[in-house]
């Protein structure tokens, strides 16, 4: 069993705080991501677990033993670099087996368990070769290997894909998901890339300046984002923020935008709406788009007049620039034709997909 | 579009070249050819007679052999002992954390200041009173302790650029400080051990002052170089000839080594770059 539990955990450097106290709790087989901008504190977070970095404050317990003032070495857990962290002078094989032999392990065993390993990512042509001598991706999976050789409690996961070209990035990350589904172990990744957090989590931990700001699945937190952080940190492009506030029309709470132009607010939250508070609506891309263009929703449909600024085609879709009462709003357009600079197009919003924020607190109205 | 290589820069740092190795040659023909001759300066062509008199003088004269063992023997303790010891500090004040750390390394750093000549009247009686005159150790030990300060600040800058992940990597593999040193630092850190080695055994190879007052049966190569030329007689061929078999060894080793000081670390950790 390898849970782990971080208990308002906090780190500080001299005076500055750095975590501000997270409580997280992991469960044993659990892929769990955190993200977030850089600075955030989800890299210190991982070394506070890896045994890296002291902790300032607070408890970690991985299984069921407090490992706050454990060296890396007694907490059985693993680790992937970004810069992969090869050894330069060292063989692949010599790579993945120097935990082993460091652990006392015997020579036979290493030589078995190296092979393991490299047959499960396909190292097996590269075992004599440095890493000075292999590709990107390569050094990549001999990273991993050297990870599962040692059949740690947990993997910890700091940017592994960072240095990697795209296509290789979405290669690399299928393979750390079927890595997961074959050893299923404990996985905690960091990542500041929200494709990478939201296709391998089974939970998402969102960071802001050393607090956790949301945790749940990856649909959790795209469908119900706590805040205006969350909502446009995950999703791409991000969530269309609309200031605005609630006016009274006939005794119904419509959403007032700043050129005087009405909306009706989603139905869901007309009981929540008081008269006079500021807001700002926020609108997926996808939940805005052109008449024939858009996806078929369910709900109450807004129809808008917008003009296009700038259109960028992605071959399948199209990104839309437009505006909303000064507000810039990013529109996806399927099954795109040209669309010219100026052209003033009419959108269907999606408005019972659409969230409200409070404007001061910036937190979700439905949340 | 590809242009040829211009021929001028070879010319001109040809001719630059040719500089350095005027003294060389200099010297080779002092040596072989009789004292008379190149009173007159070396480069002077008639008359050139080839004659080996001076190495056979300085061969019979003067305890070549034992004054070559001699230095041998000094830069080699002098040598070895920084190389291995250096990377070991400079790993401590690099990674490790400990009080008076920084108070430390100021001071180690303060001996990189104190000139030779400062230290020669304390040691002297230092040695006298503990018996160490005319031993090696009584230059060794000066050496190494007067090395100490640049060859561990060079192998700590040379740290400065080693990644942090792969002691990372290490100690999450299980190692504690004299493993990650030992199997991951040292192997990786050879280029820098190279230039605190090749530096340290040129300079005290060629060192003349301290040898010249501690030792006195065991002089090295430079202190008897300095005795062939007389008061009365300078003795130019047989000079030549000393320099001569004074400088092959560091030629050598430094022909031998060269590539370490153009050599990069090489630690990028198989990251791109």
Known sequence: MAQVTLKNLEKSYGPTKVIHGIDLEIKDKEFVVFVGPSGCGKSTTLRMIAGL?????????????????????????????????????????????????????????????????AAILGLEPYLKRKPGQLSGGQRQRVAMGRAIVRHPDVYLFDEPLSNLDAKLRTQMRIEIKKLHQRVGNTIIYVTHDQVEAMTLADRIVIMRDGIIEQVGSPREVFEKPNNTFVATFIGSPPMNLIDAHVASSNGDPVLKLG?????????????????????????????????????????????????????????????????????????IMY?????????????????????????????NLAA | ????????????????????????????????????????????????????????????????GRAFLNSLAVASFATVLPVLFAPAAAYAF??????????????????????????IIPLFKLWRETGLIDTYWSVVIPFVGLSFAWAVLLVKNFLSNFPRSLIDAAQVDGCGHLRTYFFIVLPNTITAMAAVGILQFMWTWNSLLLPMLFLRENATLPVMLSTISGAYEPNWDQRAVATIITSILPLVIFLFFQKYFSADGKNNSGSKG
């Open chain 2, 94 to 119: 690099h990674y490790l954390k400990f009080p008076f750390r920084r108070i430390l390394l100021l001071i180690l750093v303060n001996a990189f200041v104190v000139p030779n000549q400062v230290v």
């Open chain 1, 53 to 117: 970095e002291t902790i300032s404050g607070g408890e970690l317990v991985i299984g069921d033993r407090v490992v706050n003032d454990m060296p890396p070495r007694q907490r059985n857990i693993s680790m992937v670099f970004q810069d992969y962290a090869l050894y330069p002078h060292m063989t692949v094989a010599k790579n993945l087996g120097f935990s082993l032999k460091i652990a006392g392990v015997s020579p036979s065993e290493i030589e078995t368990r190296v092979a393991d390993a």
């Open chain 1, 259 to 331: 050129d005087g132009s009405e909306l009706s607010a989603p139905a869901r939250l007309r009981n929540t709406l008081e008269a006079g508070k500021a807001v700002k609506l926020g609108v997926r891309p996808e939940d805005i788009s052109p008449e024939g263009n858009a996806l078929p929703t369910a709900g109450e449909i807004v129809q808008l007049q917008l003009p296009v600024l700038l259109s960028e085609d992605l071959g399948s879709e199209a990104t839309l620039f437009t505006e909303l009462a000064g507000s810039p709003v990013q529109s």
């Open chain 2, 1 to 64: 579009m590809i242009t040829q290589t211009p021929k001028w820069p070879v010319y001109v740092l040809g001719s630059v070249a040719l500089v350095w190795i005027i003294p060389l040659v200099g010297i080779i023909a002092m040596s072989i050819r009789p004292e008379g001759e190149i009173t007159s300066g070396w480069w002077t062509i008639e008359p050139f007679t080839f004659t080996l008199d001076a190495w056979r003088e300085v061969w019979v004269n003067y305890p070549i």
């Open chain 1, 335 to 363: 099954n795109p034709r040209t669309v010219h600079a100026g052209e003033m197009l009419s959108f269907n919003m999606a408005l019972d997909k659409c969230h409200v924020f409070d404007g001061e607190s910036l937190r």
